[in-house]
């Protein structure tokens, strides 16, 4: 059992920054790869961001390329997103998650993560 808590959000202007923390629970986070996914509303869950277990692999939607930066620290059990250059575009409720099944194409896919945090709002305004 993994337990998530994200943190870090907040309301900022149009190309301000935020840096987004989910901190696990348990002693098995560095063999779970992780995601930041974003839902604004009446939208579907996207990912946003993918690392694998040590770090060494990343993958980001197109939309976040070059503004948001993915990263971990296994002996913190925190999984980070930082975004920078924010446009009123990337409103949403962040959600990290945690997949156990390693890193790779499937992890574009929300029901491939096997535990969820509860999601910080991350308001954009122009």
């Known amino acids: 059992q993994v337990q998530l808590v994200e943190s870090g959000g907040g309301l900022v202007q149009a190309g301000g920054s935020l840096r987004l923390s989910c901190a696990a629970s348990?002693?098995?986070?560095?063999?779970?790869?992780m995601g930041w996914f974003r839902q604004a509303p009446r939208k579907e869950r996207l990912l946003v961001a993918s690392?694998?277990?040590?770090?060494?692999?990343?993958y980001y939607a197109d939309s976040v390329k070059g503004r948001f930066t993915i990263s971990r620290d296994n002996a913190k059990n925190t999984v980070y997103l930082q975004m920078n250059s924010l446009k009123p575009e990337d409103t949403a409720v962040y959600y990290c998650?945690?997949?156990?099944?390693?890193?790779?194409?499937?992890?574009?896919?929300?029901?491939?993560?096997?535990?969820w945090g509860q999601g910080t709002q991350v308001t954009v305004s122009s």
């Open positions: 998650a945690a997949r156990s099944t390693g890193w790779g194409p499937r992890s574009i896919i929300p029901t491939q993560y096997d535990y």
């Open positions: 348990g002693r098995t986070f560095s063999t779970y790869a």
């Open positions: 690392i694998s277990s040590s770090g060494g692999s990343t």
